[in-house]
T-cell receptor, first 113, second 114 residues
Framework: GAVVSQHPSWVICKSGTSVKIECRSLDFQATTMFWYRQFPKQSLMLMATSNEGSKATYEQGVEKDKFLINHASLTLSTLTVTSAHPEDSSFYIC?????????FGQGTRLTVV | GENVEQHPSTLSVQEGDSAVIKCTYSDSASNYFPWYKQELGKRPQLIIDIRSNVGEKKDQRIAVTLNKTAKHFSLHITETQPEDSAVYFCAASKGAGTASKLTFGTGTRLQVTL
């Protein structure tokens, strides 16, 4: 299966600052990656589809100016949470497809204080 | 868009008993239905999946059934063990190229007691 590496695994930041999360495909080129958010004791919700070389596609209700996605290479997609607030505290996780199966990164626990 | 409902939200069984979790989906175009086990703070772990051209699939103690007509699918775990305790999510997608574009159910917290 695919190896997906996500960093950092956890981050604490002050309210109003920005945080960048990286998602790397280590063993194959991914033209599409997906970003999910999971609040405590809740399900995973798709935030956006990251497309290499083009703009990301955001799900309804997700602010594209707040959650900046960059997929500049076939092995790296980044999610930047801008002007983070405590309500953005969540578990963020990326995924990609290989042979019609989803592979997930380790996830990033973001805490905004 | 797709909507996936999952029941029950919590399930407690004794070790050795069976556990069944049920999901329904709304979009008839969905054709890939994975089940994930997630431990606290970890990534979802695929435990079994089924595609719409198959009605049932089994892997040791775990089985999944799919009823396309009724748009529901179920996870069956037999001979449960304490290490099966976790949160389980069903999901649906439209398959190839979008397997990761998943709509998840709300999750079931399974507790296996001794």
């Amino acid at each position: 299966g695919a190896v997906v590496s996500q960093h950092p695994s956890w981050v604490i930041c002050k309210s109003g600052t920005s945080v960048k999360i990286e998602c790397r495909s280590l063993d194959f080129q991914a033209t599409t990656m997906f970003w999910y958010r999971q609040f405590p004791k809740q399900s995973l919700m798709l935030m956006a589809t990251s497309n290499e070389g083009s703009k990301a596609t955001y799900e309804q209700g997700v602010e594209k100016d707040k959650f900046l996605i960059n997929h500049a290479s076939l092995t790296l997609s980044t999610l930047t949470v801008t002007s983070a607030h405590p309500e953005d505290s969540s578990f963020y996780i990326c995924s990609l497809d290989l042979n019609t199966e989803a592979f997930f990164g380790q996830g990033t626990r973001l805490t905004v204080v | 868009g797709e909507n996936v409902e999952q029941h029950p939200s919590t399930l407690s069984v004794q070790e050795g008993d069976s556990a069944v979790i049920k999901c329904t989906y709304s979009d008839s175009a969905s054709n890939y239905f994975p089940w994930y086990k997630q431990e606290l703070g970890k990534r979802p772990q695929l435990i079994i999946d089924i595609r719409s051209n198959v009605g049932e699939k089994k892997d040791q103690r775990i089985a999944v059934t799919l009823n396309k007509t009724a748009k529901h699918f179920s996870l069956h775990i037999t001979e449960t063990q304490p290490e099966d305790s976790a949160v389980y999510f069903c999901a649906a997608s439209k398959g190839a190229g979008t397997a990761s574009k998943l709509t998840f159910g709300t999750g079931t917290r399974l507790q296996v007691t001794l």
